[in-house]
């Protein structure tokens, strides 16, 4: 299987995640929700360790770069699983696509790499459809072409996964600085297993009935956990053999497959504007993606 068809199985994993945790464990709080992705995904990638290299060989700069990439790596995925468990699939996915949008934002300001034309093509169309996502808000007039902006902001999920979006393109930055001194598919398997550990200190262990509630229900906790699995091991596997921003960008398709599995399995409505408006989006991704 060549790259592009391991990335496509990646967007897939990711998005039968995402469904699966809204269907099964709507119920469970959010520590819990990152106890499950982080937790059951570490133990599951524990044996990829076998051959990862001697860490004592890395340089203090990699520790450097994890210290600052692990606290918000923790704080993205517990504001996403609000987002998900809380709001629509089809009103919360698309706005990740505004990641690569922050991060020329954060390039630029840390790196003073500049924005080419092409970039800010991709840009405009990730706004325009943000825009048509929430359009509606614009049809008493035309002249109130700024509701739908408006709108965003007073949407709680839209709000949440902008957040994400935000701390994603800082992790982004933060791994791609720690994966100098590892490769990337040894990183994947670490990266996941310290995320486990740190989530299991941090919220298992002050309350143990954490892990005692999500035991009850092993097996969706186990199905999403390897679903997640499945989505890290095929993201590190396919960003070994392809340019990341392609690989990145592609892997964004499941965005668009939020938004069919929302409307086809939660009966989500407001499939033919949201449909376009995420197509619209992906088209921008994939254009930052080439610049």
Known sequence: ???????????????SADAATKAWLADCSA?????VRFGVVGLLMAPLLADLPALERLPLAFWGWIAALVPLEIAAM??????????PLSLTLPYLAFTPV???LVAWALLGERVSP??????????????????????????HWWKPFAAILREPGARLMLMVAALYAFTATLGKGAMRYMAPQDFGAFYFVLLGLVSLLLFALPEPRLLRRLARRALPVLTVGALMAIMVYSHFLAIAEAPVAYMIALKRTSLLMG?????????????????????LMLAGVALIAGA
């Open 78 to 87: 517990l504001l996403y699983m609000r987002a998900i468990r809380d709001y």
């Open 1 to 15: 299987m060549d790259w592009i068809g391991i990335t496509l199985l990646c967007a897939f994993a990711l998005t």
């Open 118 to 143: 092409q970039g800010a093509g991709g840009v405009l169309l990730v706004v325009a459809g943000a825009w048509l996502l929430n359009a509606e808000q614009a049809r008493a007039g035309w002249q």
């Open 102 to 104: 922050f991060v020329m």
């Open 259 to 279: 938004i069919l599995c929302g409307a086809l399995c939660f009966g989500e409505r407001g499939l033919r504007a949201r449909l376009p408006a995420g197509a």
């Open 31 to 35: 520590r819990e929700l990152v106890l």
